[in-house]
């Protein structure tokens, strides 16, 4: 089965850092690029940052851009998502994604539990 | 970055009631939209990708469709359980960005 788990969410005071890893098994995590997107509580989805198969960042959203880092680790099939520098605004489900690619499109699927981190003081 | 204007935020319909939900793309993105279902309390599930093909398991009173830069969402004959909030997503290049997502609520 195609699996993705996130772990790592926690508690943490503003400006702390915490690092999210993502799990994957039942296919093969080197081929394939990887996101992470959030969703704030009542509030939309948001990408929040996504890394080729190559292990090249690809991005990430200006909101979080020079706080957090996207990696992978293709020999342990696990994503990362080094968070530092935290505010209020990053409390959020945080969800590790598969990009499928085909010439017609991309999309994400499947989609894992998801992870919470809460920013608070 | 490409923007994903989605329409309306919200609606309220009926139990057999066929509805569309709009998405436009601030650029060209070619097919490379997707629509996803967020019920609460669970996560997020893909419907719709490449603009118009349907996902495994997912019934066909869903569909995709595409004129130039705007994409739709239908919803013939819905369902109880189809109550629920849906995003579009552009994956053509660069960020991979939501729509602000449209909340389907039973009328």
């Known amino acids: 089965e195609v699996q993705v788990v996130e772990s790592g969410g926690d508690l943490v005071r503003p400006g702390g850092s915490l690092r999210l890893s993502c799990e994957a098994s039942?296919?093969?995590?080197?081929?394939?690029?990887m996101h992470w997107v959030r969703q704030a509580p009542g509030k939309g989805l948001v990408w929040v940052s996504g890394?080729?198969?190559?292990?090249?960042?690809?991005g990430s959203a200006d909101s979080v851009r020079g706080r957090f880092t996207i990696s992978r680790d293709n020999g342990k099939n696990t994503l990362y998502l080094q968070m530092d520098d935290l505010r209020l605004e990053d409390t959020a489900v945080y969800y590790c994604?598969?990009?499928?690619?085909?010439?017609?499109?991309?999309?994400?699927?499947?989609w894992g539990p998801g992870t919470l981190v809460t920013v608070s003081s | 970055d490409i923007q994903m204007t989605q329409s309306p935020p919200s609606l309220s319909a009926s139990v057999g009631d066929r509805v569309t939900i709009t998405c436009r793309a601030s650029?060209?993105?070619?097919?490379?939209v997707n629509w996803y279902q967020h019920r609460p309390g669970t996560v997020p599930k893909l419907l719709i990708f490449?603009?118009?093909s349907l996902q495994s398991g997912v019934p066909s009173r869903f569909s995709g469709g595409r004129s130039g830069t705007e994409f739709t969402l239908t919803i013939s004959g819905l369902q109880p359980e189809d109550f629920a909030t849906y995003y579009c997503?552009?994956?053509?290049?660069?960020?991979?960005?939501f729509g602000q997502g449209t909340r389907l609520d039973m009328k």
């Open positions: 039942g296919f093969t995590f080197s081929r394939y690029w």
């Open positions: 994604l598969r990009e499928n690619r085909a010439s017609g499109g991309n999309w994400f699927d499947p």
């Open positions: 997503q552009q994956s053509y290049s660069g960020p991979r960005t």
């Open positions: 890394i080729d198969a190559d292990e090249r960042s690809i």
């Open positions: 490449a603009a118009s």
């Open positions: 650029e060209f993105v070619s097919t490379f």
